[in-house]
């Protein structure tokens, strides 16, 4: 495949563009708005698929380009790194864009033009954080740019009060999270604005220690802002993501938050200092980084087991996935730097499960937001004690959200298992020369039952309880296809990353690869040429399957095991020649079940809830 790389992210901005200055002008005609901004985000994505394959795939691995804009000129690098994050933005904006045309039917009494002109402009915006190479001019546009454009799109129902304080609060520590990154490189001697990333790495190496430890903490503290990272996530994403229309909501936390990752991981690996003069201790900040890593990932979960608003336990639940992906991270760069071979294997493995959570989150986030959106659209409320009973009456809703919480909970063989468990396992098996790797490791296996404990309580309240039959004053329906299709799509990708990881895992070793300059570069080619062995090495015996890689043939087995013991316990039952009976349900002595005698949510693990009180985000009822 003959690609123009840089061709193809300019018209794919170019296009974007076009799609933001028609929202206006087509807003009155509201169908025809949003399938024009459809056909147009799907044309830029497309161009933008094109790329990241060819830039993973094909091309041999680029470096940074300086492109002029009349005026001024910027740095831009397409990487692997930057074309793996540049594909998930492109698929999810079409999940969410395809959802909108009928969802935002819910918002009749709005116009459409302020959510479709900044729509792309989001888009837009996040492509260029992943793109630009540079902290000053390049970057600054592009976090502007997604910035305001988000937080027009959060304040979409402005006529509510809450929604715009919130939106509020969201911009005014964006823009902070964008000074704190902006002024860190200017600290440097010989610094000068709109320097590209390597030249900042190279003036960083005549820099004094205490520095680059002043550099460095500025830039983590402005991407941990985006990200979400306990305790500053706590500071807006609830509130933001919980209010936004669930397909922003899905862009915001399947995707948004996801740049902030993205600044870390080009930050603590690809620009680092060389030179005698810098004595960093770069163990103690991978030390630093995990530590903030597993506070997010166990305090944004059980704060998300109180909610009792849907899109809430969503938003808190996206800190503790993050949490998942920056423990990774950290680990790695401790490992990495302790200077032990085997633990240079283990710190690429780590990263790669970093990489592979960020897919997996991207896919069941983004579906469970859009299923949130769905219960919301049928129902008009988002509140759990006022759900239940909906399988019955949505049935496509509900397999594709239990799919959904499944993968997110980490159950095999979906996909949230497959990255958790790199994640884990690689910081348990470390654990024997680290002790505190194995700790952490074991607290983020533990907030994992949490996790599930949380979306047994989001399926449960929301389908296989009563209550909407005395709540909700609307006759409840399935949503349409045009909505149901983005989410059929999501739930069959939950199931094959799970069951084919290693098609994955391969993928993000050419990521890696193709990515020039990181400090992991030799202990990731090491860790991809033993993962692929592996792959091709280590065999479970499947009749018929022989040659099937084991990360393939565990989850058949398992599959397998499971349907032979449905079987099995069919056959039981139907030997003994036993019948079923119905017969009321047993209500503990009440006399019938009705909206008073139903759990609800301060019901749901209370002991639990209690005890973790400390951990704030709690609910009154």
């Given at each position: 495949m003959n690609v123009d790389m840089y061709g193809n992210l300019f018209t794919a901005f170019v296009v974007l563009f076009i799609a933001a200055l028609l929202a206006p002008i087509l807003a009155p005609k509201r169908k025809l708005v949003a399938w024009v901004n459809v056909v147009l985000v799907s044309i830029a994505a497309v161009f933008i698929l094109c790329l990241s394959y060819?830039?993973?795939?094909?091309?041999?691995?680029q470096g940074s380009r300086l492109v002029s804009f009349g005026f001024f000129s910027v740095y831009f690098l397409v990487d692997g790194l930057s074309a793996f994050f540049l594909s998930v933005i492109a698929f999810m904006a079409v999940m969410s864009a395809i959802y909108s045309i009928t969802y935002m039917d819910h918002y009749k009494e709005y116009s459409l033009a302020a959510y479709y002109a900044n729509f792309p402009l989001f888009i837009l915006g996040m492509m260029g954080i992943v793109t630009v190479d540079d902290l000053s001019l390049g970057f600054t546009i592009s976090w502007q740019l997604m910035t305001i454009a988000s937080y027009f799109l959060i304040r979409f129902e402005k006529s509510d009060a809450v929604v715009v304080k919130s939106a509020n609060r969201y911009l005014a520590l964006m823009e902070c999270a964008w000074l704190f990154i902006f002024i860190a490189p200017f600290f440097i001697p010989n610094v000068s604005f709109g320097d590209s990333l390597h030249s900042i790495t190279m003036h960083l190496s005549g820099f004094s220690t205490a520095g680059v430890y002043a550099v460095f903490a500025l830039i983590f503290l402005g991407f941990a802002f985006k990200a979400g990272i306990f305790p500053l996530g706590q500071l807006w994403l609830p509130d933001a993501h919980s209010v936004a229309p669930s397909p922003i909501s899905a862009l915001l936390s399947g995707v948004m938050i996801k740049t902030g990752v993205y600044g870390i991981l080009r930050s603590f690996f690809w620009m680092v200092p060389h030179g005698e003069s810098v004595h960093v201790n770069w163990a103690l900040w991978g030390a630093v980084i995990a530590s903030f890593g597993v506070a997010t990932l166990f305090i944004g979960t059980v704060q998300s087991m109180k909610q009792n608003d849907a899109k809430r336990l969503l938003a808190y639940s996206s800190i503790g996935q993050i949490?998942?992906?920056?423990?990774?991270i950290g680990a790695g760069l401790f490992m990495f730097s302790s200077g032990v071979d085997v633990m240079k294997f283990f710190a690429a493995v780590a990263i790669i499960g970093a990489a592979y959570h960020v897919l997996n989150h991207a896919v069941f986030k983004g579906l469970l937001f859009l299923s949130s959106g769905s219960i919301l659209y049928a129902t008009?409320?988002?509140d759990l004690n006022k759900l239940g009973g909906l399988l019955k009456l949505?049935?496509?809703?509900a397999l594709v959200a239990g799919i959904a919480s499944l993968a997110i909970s980490g159950v095999p063989p979906f996909s949230g298992f497959a990255s958790k468990w790199t994640i884990i396992s690689t910081s348990i098996l470390a654990g024997g020369t680290y002790l505190f790797l194995a700790v952490f490791g074991i607290i983020a296996l533990f907030t994992s039952a949490i996790t599930l404990s949380c979306y047994v309580k989001f399926f449960g309240m929301t389908f296989t309880s009563t209550g909407s039959e005395w709540n909700v004053k609307k006759d409840i329906k399935e949503v349409s296809f045009g909505m149901l299709l983005p989410k059929f799509i999501l739930a069959l990708l939950c199931v094959v990353q799970g069951l084919f990881p290693f098609v994955y895992y391969?993928?993000?070793i050419e990521v890696f690869e193709k990515s020039r300059g990181s400090v992991l570069e030799t202990a990731l080619a090491q860790a991809?040429?033993?993962?692929?062995?592996a792959s091709l090495g280590v065999q479970v015996w499947v009749p018929g399957t022989g040659s099937v890689p084991a990360a393939i043939a565990v989850p058949v087995v398992v599959l397998l095991v499971v349907g032979i013991?449905?079987?099995v316990a069919y056959a039981l039952k139907s030997s003994g020649g036993s019948e079923e009976r119905t017969v009321p349900a047993w209500l503990g002595g009440y006399h019938g079940l009705h909206d008073t005698t139903r759990y609800k949510n301060r019901s749901?693990?209370?002991a639990f809830k209690n005890a973790l009180r400390w951990t704030g985000g709690n609910v009154e009822e």
């Open positions: 060819a830039v993973i795939f094909e091309a041999p691995a949490g998942y992906i920056v423990f990774a008009g409320t988002k949505m049935p496509a809703s391969r993928a993000i991809g040429k033993s993962i692929t062995d013991a449905f079987v749901m693990f209370s």
